[in-house]
């Protein structure tokens, strides 16, 4: 089977699509424990804005940084390479709760990328990998500029607020439509660093101790929807 | 500041020089130490640059305490920087018993700590941040922890806060983020703790004053649990409940129990 390769911004599309059986509608990226942590539904625009400055460069910069890791290595390295920067994302990310789900959501894209390009290094690894690092390793498989991945980690991660805020609280569909691009908007200014990261140690480690909090509480939250 | 610990001919050595902050040794024994770090003048004013390396050598425990909180102020608006290093080598500890730091009012502060751990040492560490003084907003602070042990890195944080800038998922309403940190040995700990991907936890609270959020109660325990733990216990036995526990030997050291403890628990 040949590789399929259409061009970066349809790959965008379609990782970007939550159409894409991957399995990422469990996640509400921590927005199901914040509510219930006593957030206001209104404050969900700022949490989004606080992601893009704290756990959204570290997820991009871990993308960015496995695309590169595969686009210059061969394929003899690939999965050390992978897993080195794995690695760095696992120091980044202190809270169990979110590798948990970042690895669960790692492993249903693995899943669909192994079917779609069969002779990417992504295909071949085992090992449980964040979805970063996968949606990185499928980059460099397709070809998908950095920039793109950047804006694709930042769009997914504020839609799956939105998306979980309509779940969670009645209000007008339009309103966190809003919030999404202004939240988009708000990592423009840092895309091209970001899509510029080639060494793993450089990858962003901004953290955000209350939504790691939060996220450590919600396994324990009775009749939650979303898994985090 | 500097402050070094080893073992030579059977007894601690340790090396202290002052700095900004000045240490003062309370006890040394075969393979431990117990450090005082007290201010040299009045910490931390604009432009002011501390440097404290921590040395830990194998099989050594080091525990510090701090006396005396900090206060960064600002006025000038010139940033200060407070700048930890600390290497624990093979199956070292160190236990560091810190109070807390104040960001005041139009402060400008990068705090960075650095550990490097060798093969089966573990590094307690305690941060209590705060944003302000009373009544104050607080200023800004950059704080940055980048731990790495023999197999790869356990942690690297780089929180960015700001009393006048307060963010909801960052610390939300809170002024004080008071974390009991542990490296090298995972710790068994309520829900809600941050259990790293390697061996490491880290318990956090958050909260409007440092006496309803703080993390006292884990911190002690775990100070307690390495203060009366064989010293290279890690490398010798998987945990707690290894077969080299009752080595011969092995048990007259724990009888130490607490150690130089010299702080009141």
Do not use: E
């Given at each position: 089977m040949t590789l399929r390769l259409p061009d970066s911004g349809t790959l965008a599309l379609l990782l970007a699509?939550?159409?894409?059986?991957?399995?990422?509608?469990?996640?509400s990226n921590g927005l199901e424990s914040a509510l219930r942590a006593?957030?206001?539904?209104?404050?969900a625009r700022e949490y989004m804005l606080t992601r893009m400055e704290t756990m959204v460069p570290v997820e991009a910069g871990t993308a960015v940084v496995a695309r590169h890791a595969l686009a210059a290595g061969?394929?003899?390295?690939s999965g050390a390479a992978l897993a080195a920067v794995d690695s760095e994302w696992a120091a980044r990310t202190p809270s169990a709760a979110q590798r948990d789900i970042a690895r669960a959501l790692g492993a249903g894209l693995a899943r669909l990328a192994r079917t779609l390009w069969?002779?990417?290094p992504i295909a071949r690894i085992g090992a449980p990998l964040s979805r970063a690092t996968v949606i990185g390793a499928i980059a460099a498989t397709t070809g998908m500029r950095a920039g793109d991945l950047v804006r694709v980690v930042a769009y997914d991660d504020a839609q799956a607020v939105a998306a979980a805020l309509l779940k969670l609280e009645p209000l007008d569909p339009a309103i966190p439509v809003g919030w999404v691009l202004d939240a988009c908007a708000h990592l423009e200014p840092r895309v091209d660093a970001l899509a510029a990261l080639t060494r793993p140690h450089a990858i962003p480690a901004s953290g955000a101790p209350q939504i790691e909090m939060w996220a450590e509480a919600h396994p324990t939250l009775p009749r939650r929807l979303f898994r985090a | 500041m500097h402050i070094a610990v080893e073992t030579r001919n059977g007894r601690a050595h340790v090396d202290l020089r002052a700095g900004l902050l000045v240490p003062r040794l309370v006890t040394a024994g075969e393979d431990l130490a117990s450090v005082a770090v007290i201010a040299?003048?009045?910490?931390?004013?604009?432009?002011d640059h501390v440097e404290v390396r921590v040395r830990v050598a194998s099989g050594c425990l080091l525990e510090i305490e701090d006396i005396g909180g900090t206060v960064a102020y600002g006025s000038t608006g010139t940033p200060s920087s407070w700048t930890v290093d600390i290497d624990v080598a093979e199956g070292g500890c160190l236990i560091w018993h810190t109070l807390p730091f104040v960001v005041a009012d139009a402060a400008d502060v990068t705090r960075t700590t650095t550990i490097r751990l060798g093969r089966g040492a573990v590094a307690l560490v305690r941060e209590t941040l705060v944003l302000g003084r009373t009544g104050e907003r607080g200023g800004r602070l950059r704080a940055c922890t980048d731990v790495t042990g023999t197999g790869g890195p356990l942690l690297r944080e780089e929180l960015v806060l700001d009393g006048a800038a307060r963010r909801i998922g960052v610390l939300?309403?809170?002024r004080v983020l008071d974390s009991a940190m542990s490296f090298g040995r995972r710790r068994n700990a309520a829900s809600g703790a941050l259990q790293l991907d390697r061996p490491g936890t880290i318990v956090r609270a958050l909260g409007a004053h440092t006496h309803a959020a703080t993390v006292e109660e884990a911190w002690h325990g775990w100070a307690a649990d390495d203060l009366g733990r064989p010293r290279g216990d890690a490398l010798r036995s998987?945990?707690?409940?290894?077969?080299?526990?009752?080595r011969p030997g092995m048990a007259a050291r724990s009888q130490r129990g607490g150690g130089p403890a010299t702080r009141a628990s």
């Open positions: 699509d939550s159409r894409l059986p991957s399995g990422g509608h469990v996640t006593g957030m206001p539904p209104a404050c061969g394929d003899a390295d069969p002779r990417s | 040299g003048g009045a910490l931390l004013l604009d432009g939300g309403d809170a998987p945990g707690p409940d290894g077969p080299n526990r009752d």
